[in-house]
């Protein structure tokens, strides 16, 4: 599986950006899609993911201001950013797990990153 993130970008406080990121390849029952971010100094933290059951979970730093959705029938998951703060800057990794069963219904888990985009909130 191949994570193609994209949307990045230079934004002043206070405005919006939205991320993308495709799911490509082959092999899998399920997958689930999600956001985390880096910023300098720090450890990589979630933002927003959904979970297996569909539901969604959302770092309370971003609720309220950023929103996950996904296309499933692309294997795409979103990310709009509102009413962004400096505070907000940091490199965004798309992340995805997915779900194979072989043939005796053993279940398999497998974690993937994509590159990250960098998302600059600055005046």
């Known amino acids: 599986v191949q994570l193609q993130a994209s949307g990045g970008g230079l934004v002043q406080p206070g405005g919006s950006l939205r991320l993308s990121c495709a799911a490509s390849?082959?092999?899998?029952?399920?997958?689930?899609m999600g956001w985390y971010r880096q910023a300098p100094g720090k450890q990589r933290e979630l933002v927003a993911v959904?979970?297996?059951?569909?539901?969604?979970n959302y770092a309370d730093s971003v609720k309220g201001r950023f929103t996950v959705s996904r296309d499933s029938a692309k294997n795409t998951v979103y990310l709009q950013l509102n009413s962004l703060k400096p505070e907000d800057t940091a490199v965004y990794y798309c992340?995805?797990?997915?779900?194979?069963?072989?043939?005796?219904?053993?279940?398999?888990?497998?974690?993937?990153w994509g590159q990250g985009t960098l998302v600059t909130v600055s005046s």
């Open positions: 992340y995805a797990e997915t779900i194979s069963y072989n043939d005796y219904g053993d279940m398999t888990l497998a974690d993937y």
């Open positions: 390849g082959s092999g899998f029952s399920k997958i689930t």
């Open positions: 959904f979970t297996r059951g569909g539901s969604t």
